[in-house]
């Protein structure tokens, strides 16, 4: 693969800069907002391809799961990118509520396959996202541990420390990397229970049901970053 850095002298950085222009032009890569709480102070370009042979969604029940990679070649090992909300009614794939069985969902555990490797645990790093149209729900359920801008939370009762729901448009994103690895696929499914707005918990008498994510090839790019 050819190597997209500057070291090499002005023809490596010209290239570096086509690519990156190519990348964003024909809709590989988008500008978009790197930190969600941080706002347009963190806009910049997003490496994370949302087309192309390293991207992938599927819907399941109107939960769109979209996964996406990047190699980092100088740690060997892939980075992932995993967004999960449900689908608004204006957009195709959509099931009303009545058809998918449920208003709102909360993840409780994922099984991520990264080769031969089968990485199981409770929801997402300490996270329990509860899905919505259009997005997904902030609150003491599905963000347990305070880690998502403290300071944007309103404690409604000092003794139950329950916060304020707060719903928030676009997807949930979790982040992260597959380490060193020559794993060559990566996939796995997200589970799913209804969630219960007044007990603020996943709904014990409905059974949930397994998000599958489109498998991906991990095969390493012609041109690295």
Same mark, same amino acid.
């Given at each position: 693969?050819?190597l997209?850095?500057?070291k090499?002298g $002005?023809e490596?950085l010209?290239?570096?800069?086509?690519e990156?222009?190519r990348?964003?032009l024909?809709? $590989?890569?988008t500008?978009?907002?790197l930190v969600p709480?941080?706002?347009?102070?963190s806009?910049?370009?997003?490496?994370f391809?949302?087309?192309g042979e390293?991207?992938?969604n599927?819907?399941t029940r109107n939960?769109?799961i979209?996964?996406?990679l990047?190699?980092?070649?100088?740690?060997?090992?892939?980075?992932y990118?995993?967004r999960m909300?449900?689908?608004?009614?204006?957009?195709?794939?959509?099931?009303n509520?009545?058809?998918?069985?449920f208003?709102?969902?909360?993840?409780t555990?994922?099984?991520?396959i990264?080769?031969?490797?089968h990485?199981r645990?409770?929801?997402v790093?300490g996270?329990?996202?509860?899905?919505?149209?259009?997005?997904?729900i902030?609150?003491?359920?599905?963000?347990?541990?305070h880690?998502y801008?403290?300071n944007?939370?309103?404690?409604?009762?000092?003794e139950?420390?329950r916060v304020?729901?707060t719903?928030?448009e676009?997807?949930?994103?979790?982040?992260?990397?597959t380490?060193?690895?020559?794993a060559e696929?990566?996939?796995g499914?997200?589970?799913f229970?209804?969630?219960?707005e007044?007990?603020?918990?996943g709904?014990?008498d409905?059974?949930?049901?397994?998000?599958t994510?489109?498998?991906?090839?991990?095969?390493?790019p012609?041109?690295?970053y």
């Open positions: 693969p050819r997209a850095t500057p090499a $002005e490596s010209l290239m570096w800069i086509r990156h222009t990348k964003l024909e809709g $590989e890569c500008a978009s907002i709480e941080m706002g347009q102070s806009l910049g370009v997003n490496l391809p949302v087309k390293l991207f992938g599927k819907v939960v769109s979209s996964s996406s990047v190699y980092m070649v100088e740690m060997g090992s892939w980075a990118s995993i909300r449900q689908l608004r009614m204006d957009e195709e794939g959509y099931e509520e009545e058809k998918r069985g208003k709102h969902c909360i993840l555990s994922r099984h991520l990264i080769g031969n490797q990485v645990g409770d929801a790093i996270f329990y996202p509860i899905l919505c149209e259009g997005g997904w902030l609150n003491s359920r599905s963000d347990p541990h880690q801008a403290r944007r939370y309103v404690f409604l009762d000092a139950e420390k304020e729901e719903p928030k676009g997807d949930f994103i979790y982040q992260s990397q380490g060193s690895s020559r696929i990566f996939g499914d997200f589970h229970v209804p969630y219960d007044k007990s603020h918990n709904r014990s409905q059974a949930g049901f397994d998000a994510m489109v498998s991906i090839p991990l095969k390493t012609g041109f690295l």
